[in-house]
């Protein structure tokens, strides 16, 4: 069997979405060819290397304008040119297609869906099309092509009832959550991951990601950093920078101005967020749909941070209104929060178990087992 993930390079989520399911094949299945193919940077590198740039700097600069073509793209002449472009863009990846000779193309991304929906609808193509969308709310660029595309997999129940609303059949669609790593599924030895980080057993541990994919709203973000450190009470933190450079100097002043080095420990870039997660209590990030899956697989509460308007504001409201997170506004005190939600243990406890209503942590291997066993 033949199979071809694609994916593009528009934020970490898609990209480690496709990794997981392909890591998940090569590991469990015999007599299966895999590859994983970024499918703008095959089809155009010069366009995929503008618009992921173009993507990043808009994120991370001005938002607000991501925002509104977010939004723009569900519907009107954005939607269209967004659709008749990948159009145009989908004869060069025939060539691809055609030279695969694919049984099975799974998409994480959807210019991916669209391309072979247009090429399958056009009669280029007879492979069959799966779709994996990975946030917790739908956007009908997932859609377009869905009369040809044959397994959508969605978050949660409420996305299956829209996309059934968008009469897309019932069967197509599988509530499966997000694709994450197989490591959010082993069972680790906590004292050993507690004494490697120098951390205490008796205190609540507080996960901090603070770089973001972009190093977006570094001062807002270096601001709830430090409500978190100066309070007076029985925590610990563990604040990952990333590949941020700034972001870690400015953690490392604040631990410094308050003589908290016993307490909070500095991580530039790790691979342990399996590990990390297993000994936390709560999850201070940006709602991206990857990070929230492997916070609700390790039964995490989730304190919401910078969202990028669009998908990641939508996730956040999505998330509070189920009552896993606590979302940090720009008009917030972000001191106020923080300690009424630290000392409020009924509450976090609260927010903790909502956390396996949504929990999917075997979404990449229901998935495989779906597309692959059926």
Same mark, same amino acid.
């Given at each position: 069997m033949k199979i071809l993930i694609f994916y593009a390079s528009y934020g970490g989520g898609h990209i480690n979405a496709a990794k997981s399911i392909n890591d998940y094949i090569c590991s469990n299945y015999k007599n299966v060819d895999i590859e994983l193919i970024d499918c703008m940077k095959y089809v155009n590198k010069a366009i995929e290397k503008v618009t992921s740039v173009a993507y990043r700097e808009m994120a991370k600069k001005i938002p607000w304008a991501w925002g509104r073509i977010y939004s723009d793209s569900q519907k009107g002449p954005l939607a269209h040119i967004t659709s008749r472009s990948n159009k145009i863009l989908a004869i060069k990846l025939l060539k691809l297609l055609r030279e695969k000779n694919a049984d099975l193309i799974i998409s994480t991304h959807p210019f991916g869906s669209q391309m072979c929906g247009y090429l399958k609808r056009k009669g280029k193509i007879s492979s069959k099309i799966a779709t994996v969308m990975t946030d917790f709310a739908p956007h009908d660029q997932w859609l377009v092509g869905s009369d040809f595309t044959d397994y959508y997999f969605v978050a949660h129940e409420k996305m299956k009832q829209y996309l059934i609303s968008k009469n897309i059949l019932k069967d197509k669609i599988f509530v499966t959550g997000i694709p994450i790593s197989n490591r959010f599924l082993l069972n680790y030895n906590k004292n050993e991951i507690i004494n490697f980080y120098n951390l205490s057993n008796n205190k609540k541990t507080v996960l901090f990601f603070g770089g973001g994919e972009f190093g977006l709203g570094k001062n807002r973000t270096v601001s709830i950093f430090e409500s978190f450190v100066k309070l007076d009470c029985n925590i610990q933190i563990v604040a990952i920078a990333g590949k941020n450079e700034k972001m870690k100097n400015a953690f490392n002043e604040i631990v410094n101005k308050y003589n908290k080095s016993d307490s909070v420990k500095i991580l530039g870039y790790t691979n342990q967020v399996p590990e990390l997660m297993a000994i936390s209590d709560l999850v201070v990030t940006k709602p991206g749909g990857l990070t929230t899956s492997e916070s609700l697989? !390790? *039964?995490?509460?989730?304190?919401?941070?910078?969202?990028?308007?669009?998908? /990641?504001?939508?996730?956040? /409201?999505?998330?509070? *209104?189920?009552? #896993?997170?606590?979302?940090?506004?720009? @008009?917030?005190? @972000?001191? +106020?929060? #923080?300690?009424? +939600?630290? *000392?409020? @243990?009924?509450? +976090?406890? +609260?927010?903790? #178990? *909502?956390? !396996?209503?949504l929990a999917k942590p075997h979404s990449t291997e229901n998935i495989c087992k779906i597309l692959l066993e059926n």
């Open positions: 697989a !390790s *039964n995490l509460p989730m304190v919401i941070i910078n969202p990028i308007p669009g998908q /990641e504001e939508e996730n956040a /409201e999505f998330l509070e *209104n189920k009552g #896993i997170a606590v979302w940090i506004k720009k @008009s917030d005190d @972000s001191d +106020l929060v #923080i300690k009424n +939600l630290i *000392n409020d @243990s009924e509450k +976090l406890n +609260l927010m903790k #178990i *909502n956390t !396996s209503i």
